[in-house]
């Protein structure tokens, strides 16, 4: 088919780092053109798109660096798709497998209307996950030098008797402590290092707070015992905006919180959750309920941890119980960012310390 055909065109492109490769497509599936490798730069990619007409359909797969290439294509005019990573896998399992057949396969997907599909956040949500990831991370490695400095003092037989070796009576033991030279200058970096960590921590959660000051959802979930502003950041982040999801059981499955169900024939199958979402989420949700006093959420923890609890195991069913909460945990959240109010809550408890 000539490079003049008048209708609208599809175009699959296989985005790689340094490489990207772009296929078109007529609606009848006839390919337009031959395959047009390029740099993967937003100037070799408006070239590239300029044989693909007015309001091309595009797909592309949510890989490393998407960000960029979608935000181009939009500004281009075009409808942008995002493949999911876990839908498309089975590409890798042909004889042959290239650049070109994987952009050529995302086409034809679209085409058909078979294309599993990733969510595109708007860019001002796109923003705030970077700040809250990032957020996420830095925590993360707080953790991580912490753990450090009790490893250096259980190797010099240093056991501390507090619970927190960096609250106050913890913070007077590392300045009392004479290690010898190599493990005190361990010590003393690592605790710079929290100095610097705890003060980033700070100011992100600064910035954060300050761009959902106006957001309903972000101030009416923290009304939910054990939720605060980082565990409600979060929320506000991953889910994005939450009326796409038909109700809380699509939330709660999208964030990998339900049991896997594999059903053939007369076999059914349940096993444990999928965790196939977002992990901040699942993160989110399962440390809120163990800080909730919440009484509903409390009353489906001591259910299902005694009723799937092994006997003779006091405590089995714990996590089993920890899960189940943050299902009904993630309902309110749902409920409190479309609404932008709780209802289902009980006033009359006050949470334990709310992240």
Request: proline share 4%; aromatic share 6%; hydrophobic share 45%.
């Amino acid at each position: 088919m000539s490079e003049s055909y008048a209708g609208r065109q599809y175009v699959g492109i296989d985005l790689h780092r340094r490489r990207t490769v772009v296929v078109r497509m007529a609606a009848d599936g006839q390919r337009l053109g031959s395959m047009v490798r390029i740099s993967s730069t937003p100037e070799a990619l408006r070239a590239a798109m300029a044989a693909a007409g007015p309001a091309p359909r595009v797909v592309l797969e949510a890989t490393y660096g998407w960000y960029w290439a979608v935000e181009t294509l939009q500004r281009l005019g075009a409808e942008v798709h995002l493949a999911h990573p876990l839908g498309v896998k089975g590409f890798s399992y042909r004889r042959v497998k290239n650049d070109e057949l994987d952009a050529a396969d995302l086409a034809d997907l679209l085409r058909m209307g078979r294309l599993p599909e990733a969510y595109i956040a708007p860019e001002p949500i796109r923003a705030l996950r970077e700040l809250v990831r990032y957020r996420a991370k830095l925590s993360g490695w707080r953790a991580s030098v912490k753990s450090s400095v009790h490893a250096v003092l259980a190797k010099r037989g240093v056991l501390p008797s507090m619970s927190d070796l960096f609250g106050v009576a913890g913070t007077e033991l590392l300045d009392a402590l004479a290690l010898e030279p190599a493990y005190g200058a361990r010590v003393s970096s690592l605790r710079e290092l929290l100095g610097m960590l705890d003060t980033e921590i700070t100011g992100f959660d600064y910035v954060i707070a300050q761009m959902l000051a106006g957001h309903r959802g972000y101030h009416a979930i923290q009304q939910i015992s054990g939720v605060g502003p980082v565990f409600a950041a979060v929320f506000v982040a991953e889910i994005g905006e939450v009326a796409r999801f038909a109700g809380p059981e699509k939330l709660a499955s999208w964030a990998g919180l339900t049991p896997r169900h594999r059903e053939s024939d007369t076999k059914i199958r349940r096993g444990r959750i999928t965790k196939q979402g977002s992990a901040l989420v699942r993160w989110a949700a399962v440390e809120a309920v163990q800080r909730s006093n919440e009484s509903k959420i409390n009353q489906i923890r001591a259910r299902i941890s005694d009723r799937r609890g092994r006997p003779g195991h006091p405590g089995s069913g714990r996590n089993i119980a920890k899960v189940a909460a943050a299902r009904t945990l993630l309902g309110l959240v749902y409920y409190g960012l479309r609404d932008g109010h709780i209802r289902a809550v009980d006033h009359n408890t006050h949470g334990r310390t709310a992240a």
